[in-house]
């Protein structure tokens, strides 16, 4: 008797936890996506659509709580992340007249050349776009091809990115600031800096955000540093408050050595 042959046709379909259908499609239609099939009884059961994929929702476990946030989630794989990033920060600043960085639903920022951010919506599922050259390796620790305080950003940059563990890259910066602050360049300092207010924002720990402002506006920078640090402030609310405190530019030297260009910000 000959065996079955198995050929390639799966097709996978992510069930994430619904705790509230209502502020699940509520969230979803606000961020443009279609729905597609919607069930509440007898049981939930819903689809939303965006592009090319679809997310189904169903019943949570029972005991699960959306502020633990680890109901679950889903990986979309995609060419490129930032146009996603990008269409889903301006529905939000038309449908909640804001960037949504911060609490549950939210969505993690972007920083120009990443390969990654998060939806978190509010039964506290995870949905993770990833570009598809995205690097296989990640230096936990920071790049080893860097020192000091820079090394300290691209710890805390992946803690952020790839674990989406705030907290962690919070301690890492403030280490980093402490241990090497007093040998790093300015604009490493300006961005320990800035890093941390965004980070305290993420985090809803804004008390010394107004200090760490106070130190900024200490810092000389040149207009592409100034550009730099201002992408790290990003997504902090009253971003106009805050960036009175980067200084105003000092002469910029286009063509010196290690000049980046200025990011895109959100």
Not at 54 to 73: I, M, R, V, Y
Not at 199 to 210: F, G, N
Request: glycine share 8%; charged share 25%.
């Amino acid at each position: 008797m000959s065996e079955a042959v198995v050929r390639a046709n799966e097709t996978t379909v992510p069930m994430l936890a619904c705790a509230s259908p209502e502020e699940t499609l509520a969230f979803y239609r606000a961020l443009g996506f279609e729905v597609a099939y919607e069930q509440t009884r007898p049981y939930v059961y819903l689809v939303v659509e965006w592009s090319g994929f679809a997310l189904h929702f169903t019943k949570p476990a029972s005991g699960a709580d959306p502020a633990n946030e680890d109901a679950g989630g889903c990986l979309v794989l995609v060419d490129a992340v930032a146009p996603y990033h990008a269409a889903f920060t301006e529905a939000m600043r038309r449908a909640y007249g804001k960037v949504l960085s911060s609490g549950r639903p939210r969505i993690t920022r972007h920083r120009p050349g990443a390969s990654r951010f998060t939806l978190v919506d509010p039964s506290g599922n995870s949905v993770i776009f990833i570009q598809r050259d995205e690097p296989e390796e990640v230096e936990y620790g920071g790049s080893k091809k860097l020192t000091g305080l820079a090394r300290a950003l691209d710890n805390a940059r992946v803690l952020r990115e790839f674990k989406g563990d705030d907290r962690a890259a919070f301690r890492a910066v403030t280490s980093g600031l402490r241990r090497h602050g007093a040998d790093a360049s300015g604009v490493e300092r300006a961005l320990a800096l800035a890093t941390l207010m965004e980070l305290a924002t993420a985090l809803d720990e804004v008390e010394r955000i107004e200090e760490w402002a106070a130190e900024l506006r200490a810092i000389e920078l040149t207009d592409a540093e100034r550009s730099r640090v201002e992408g790290e402030l990003g997504q902090v609310a009253a971003l106009e408050q805050w960036r009175s405190a980067v200084p105003s530019a000092a002469p910029d030297d286009a063509d010196g050595p290690g000049t980046p260009p200025a990011p895109d910000t959100d």
